[in-house]
């Protein structure tokens, strides 16, 4: 088998404010294997974000990532010089974000941004070159009539094309991993669904790795391999997609899962977890989601449960998982 | 006995203009191009769609913000479409609205408690310290508690902050309550919880909901009847149920399959419908979905299909909504054994540590 393509170790992001020290990434595990999809889900305010900035050191002062590996077929970004981290962002990792209209320039034509991306990396090319490429990568993406799109401007497009030609341009330069943070959050359903039909496609065309980032199940469902569910700075659960949806374990993805509203039962009320996130600079002691978990006992606020093996495969950060046991052994107590 | 709410052929139509000194119209935004709906005492009627097809202008035509171009709106079968002044006033106690955003709807310089007091002073309702003991009485209500009547929005999370935008709304005891997108900014644990709220305050205080979402996910829980609307005009209406089991326009179909599924077995089964929603400027001709429609055909682009009853309760605005095939919408086969048990589990510790 061939290794991963990126692996994360022990990673750890952290912000200095003057309410204190902002864990954000506080000791990641994590692993992309080459041609699949991992999905990272959690809620706002989870770390998910901080995560893929960390991936590609792009994290916003104060914010410092202070520990921990990111190894890109074994090479570790974290100690590359300045140029050759350039190199790599929109070279080897590209990412595409929540919304298409802020990431793109409002005052240049769509050719010319993606023409400016495919030069930084390609300078070779002269302009004619530039433009058939570009045109090609509009067309990848399947964007009708790409050469009058070329030269419209971001507001004449609508929210699912921009997303198409942010797409394009993250793919420009064939990149091994793509990084989608929250890539059809802000699209509507038939989009959304286009979208991910799309990148699916491109996928299996390219061979490249995806990091999704969404707070959605259903589309984590729709599109990853592997996922990890992310609570306050660290991973709650790792599994398949298909083990994780089985077979849930962390309480936190028991309260995910039955927040989703679904089609297919009829339910009075949705299965909420209650409470919110807490702020960074002031996680619970013991299991971070105790407060919000209803199946905590003392020994979750005293110690952090380290994420260990349930069955094969398959990881929870719960000292109570899976609760069917907890529970009857209590009863029997 | 009548209707809480009833509008027919509601029409919002705006003018293009182009020139700067001498203006010329050169087009029309048919936003929202004859609607009409019904909404019964204390019950939900949702209006679906997709970004752009008229759903917030009708909420808002509904609610007088904007004037329509056409139609009339009735309340209690009585015709307010144009009516001034005090009255108007009168009627804004009845029908109250919360925004999709919950960032941007609360003044950041008011307290929470001066916020939700706030209607109440405008229509001139109690004194000083019955609305005091009003506040406190609503913040209860919504699941926040009385000293956060003296904090600002910025102290609030996004599911706290639609809280307070729900108990502003409910202030001055309306019969209807507008909802425009009021769970798509938030999380989906907070959706969940902001769900359940509106669901228990609409049996405890008989409340009409309007309520304007993108998706169909949320409003199965929310609803009793359904509109789905596409490019200004109602597509398909009808009882949940009925709309759900055996949908009969190809575009609430659509938007059905298009609803991402938390099951990874379901992958790729669908194949999304192509293009995207036409510029209300340029509304095609006939049916105005058959640019989008697998299964259009001649006749779709040179007659428009009336709104016409299917089966009691549904009507439904296609030439071939009998003759459809299967749509082979299959919601089953979601949780397994292990998932539903670990979900009660979950419900059960809930509700005892509640």
Redesign the interface.
Known sequence: MQPDLLRIEGLRTVFKTSSGLVRAVDGIDLSVPRGKTLGIVG??GCGKSMLSLSIMRLVPPPGRTVEGRVLLEGRNLLDLSTAEMRQVRGGQIAMIFQEPMTSLNPVHSVGRQLTEAMHVHSPGLNASALKDKAIAALKRVRIPSPERRFDEYPHQL????RQRVMIAMALACEPRLLIADEPTTAL???????I??LL?ELQADTGMSIILIT??????????DEVAVMYAGKVAERAT??EL????QH?YT????????????E????????G?VPPPFAFPEGCRFNPRC??AIAPCRAELPPLREITPGHQAACIRA???NA?SLESAA | MSPLLEVSGLAKHYPVKKGVIVQKQVGTVRAVDGVSFHVNRGETLALVG??GCGKSTTARLVLRLIEPSAGTIRFEGKDVTKVEGGAMRLLRRRMQIVFQDPYASLNPRLTVGDAIAEPMVVHNIGDNASRRAKVHELLRLVGLAPFHAERYPHEF?G??RQRIGIARALSVEPDLVVCDEPVSAL???????V??LM?DLQARLGLSYLFIA?????V??MADRIAVMYLGAVMEIGDKGAL?ANPRHPYTR???????????????R?T???G??PSPMAVPPGCRFHTRCPFAQARCKQEVPELREITPGQRVACHFAETLPDPGLD??????E??T???A???A??R???
Do not use: C, W
Request: proline fraction near 7%.
């Open positions: 809620e706002s609508s929210g699912g094309m509507d359903v038939t989009v959304q669904a286009q991910l039909d699916r707070h959605d199940l259903g589309v984590v469902a729709e599109m990853a997609a298909r949806f089985e077979d849930p309480p028991l309260g995910l899962l039955g927040s989703v509203p679904r089609l297919d039962e339910r009075e009320r949705l299965l909420a977890i209650d919110s209803p199946f899976p609760v069917e529970l | 997709e970004s999370s599911g706290q999380d989906v644990s907070i959706q969940a919880q769900v359940n669901k993108h998706d169909l996910a949320v199965k829980h759900f659509a938007l059905l399959a298009a609803i991402p599924h938390p099951d990874p077995a379901r992958r790729g669908v999304p419908l192509g995207d929603v919601y089953t086969g979601g949780l397994t292990a998932a048990k670990r979900l589990l979950y419900d510790a809930r005892k540590a509640a």
